[in-house]
């Protein structure tokens, strides 16, 4: 495979900061479903400072430092702590992490809705590069967050490949969405 095609860098969590690092290792792999919450970690989200949390940077766009809790607390499976957070950012972004959680839940016609919200993200383009990179073979050389919604419905909980292949790829929607996030709160 061509590395030089890749259009962003691998996700390093340690370019967040060593709170944030420190929430983000060892890296996990997200199931298609609600999963196990992390409970080890809920005290340090409970108790997330943002100000401190993205030092040496100051945040100036706090809904986008917001969203990138929510999608903290989505990485270890807090479904409805992230829905706390996301259901409050009338944005683009907030309803990008919103959908996010509906289609885990899973409840597909309610991630649907928020992906409609969505509209298109400035990720998209990164993402369809991805699943290319990843061998995910979509409809559209677009991405679709709706095709992969259907995706997930039908491959979740099948222990296959192609589980494992979406599983990679929501790995991947989810570090280039937190990672948007992180850089639209600090510049």
């Known amino acids: 495979m061509d590395t030089t095609a890749k259009t962003s860098p691998p996700f390093d969590p340690d370019r967040y900061g060593v709170i944030l690092a420190g929430l983000l290792l060892?890296?996990?792999?997200?199931?298609?479903?609600?999963?196990?919450?992390?409970?080890a970690v809920r005290p340090l989200l409970q108790s997330l400072d943002l100000a401190q949390a993205f030092a040496p940077h100051r945040i100036h766009d706090?809904?986008?430092?917001?969203?990138?809790?929510?999608?903290?607390?989505?990485?270890?499976?807090f479904l409805d702590e992230s829905h706390r957070i996301s259901q409050d950012?009338?944005?683009?972004?907030?309803?990008?992490?919103?959908?996010?959680?509906h289609r885990r839940e899973p409840d597909a016609a309610n991630a649907s809705y928020w992906f409609r919200r969505v509209g298109e993200h400035p990720i998209f383009s990164v993402l369809a590069q991805e699943a290319r990179e990843l061998g995910l073979r979509l409809h559209s050389d677009r991405w679709d967050p709706f095709e992969f919604i259907d995706l997930c419905e039908q491959h979740r909980d099948t222990e296959t490949e192609m589980e494992m292949?979406?599983?990679?790829?929501?790995q991947r929607e989810w570090e280039r969405l937190f990672a948007w996030c992180y850089t639209q709160s600090v510049e």
């Open 62 to 77: 706090p809904a986008m430092a917001r969203a990138c809790h929510a999608g903290l607390w989505l990485y270890h499976n």
């Open 26 to 39: 060892p890296p996990r792999l997200m199931p298609l479903d609600a999963g196990a919450p992390n409970l």
């Open 89 to 101: 950012l009338a944005t683009p972004t907030g309803s990008f992490w919103h959908g996010i959680l």
């Open 165 to 170: 292949l979406l599983r990679h790829m929501q």
